[in-house]
């Protein structure tokens, strides 16, 4: 994954609107929800991960603040003391100073963790949503399946249940985080939707999150699949965009979000 820091500037803006605290929330203090999410969806994926760190506090600030996106997602880990953490690997090796397996930190731990980009504290996800529940969307990829149940009670206890939506690769999970009352999203790779067929899933899942390089058909088969929303992952080219757009999809999870609102779409 390439990444690039953020501008100074840029920085020193989302630190500012962290020290003043959120936004106010949508018109009569009510949160933003599921329901209100326009036609067509653009994610930060990872927070935007080619426009600055990804799973960075900054990062997933800056989607907000931008407006270039609906949604802003990132990835979640469970430390040894059952704290939530945003982290996409199962180690720190890649994206932070620090070495060894995610799992084996405690909370007390994780205040020194750094991002090799950028240098902050990677945050928990309380802090997350703290932040930006009910004030935007969110996604949470649940690395940890056995997280399930600390993620479903920390998103229930602010009532964000149709605020945040909670990610896996596995229909397993996927359907045991609708039966926990939450809105489930699930994710399937261009190999996997080969042999998939997602009406099996229309019962028990939100949104299903296709991979952009599978077959035409296999997208079709996906858009045509009762379904509510079919988005497209990881989409980093205005060219990528626009086919999955013209195949049915109707969101778009990016690393380069402000790229793409950048660049009208093009659909024949």
């Not at 963790?113 to 969307?137: H, K, M, N, S």
């Not at 399946?145 to 945040?164: F, N």
């Not at 999150?209 to 088969?221: K, M």
């Not at 999870?253 to 609102?261: G, K, N, Q, R, V």
């Amino acid at each position: 994954m390439v990444t690039r820091t953020l501008p100074a500037a840029l920085i020193a803006l989302s630190l500012a609107a962290q020290a003043n605290g959120p936004a106010p929330l949508g018109w009569g203090g009510r949160p933003v929800t599921w329901d209100t999410l326009p036609r067509t969806v653009y994610t930060a994926h990872r927070g935007g991960a080619l426009e600055a760190p990804e799973n960075s506090m900054a990062a997933l600030a800056a989607a907000y603040e931008r407006g270039a996106a609906q949604v802003i997602d990132a990835d979640t880990r469970m430390l040894r003391d059952g704290t939530l953490v945003v982290m996409h690997d199962a180690t720190l090796d890649r994206t932070t100073t620090s070495s060894g397996p995610v799992r084996a930190l405690t909370a007390r731990h994780w205040r020194d963790v750094r991002l090799r980009a950028g240098g902050e504290r990677p945050p928990t996800v309380d802090e997350v949503l703290d932040r930006f529940g009910g004030r935007t969307l969110v996604m949470l990829e649940a690395k940890d399946p056995d997280s399930l149940g600390r993620l479903a009670r920390a998103i229930h206890r602010r009532g964000l249940s149709r605020s945040v939506l909670v990610n896996t690769n596995r229909p397993d999970v996927a359907r045991r985080a609708h039966h926990k009352g939450l809105t489930a999203q699930l994710w399937r790779s261009a190999r996997q939707l080969r042999t998939d067929d997602p009406r099996s899933w229309r019962s028990f899942v939100d949104v299903l999150d296709v991979d952009h390089g599978a077959r035409d058909t296999d997208l079709r088969r996906a858009v045509r699949s009762g379904i509510a929303r079919v988005w497209a992952h990881t989409v980093n080219t205005p060219k990528a965009r626009d086919r999955a757009l013209r195949l049915g999809c109707d969101g778009i999870i990016t690393d380069a979000p402000e790229l793409l609102a950048r660049t009208p779409a093009v659909r024949r």
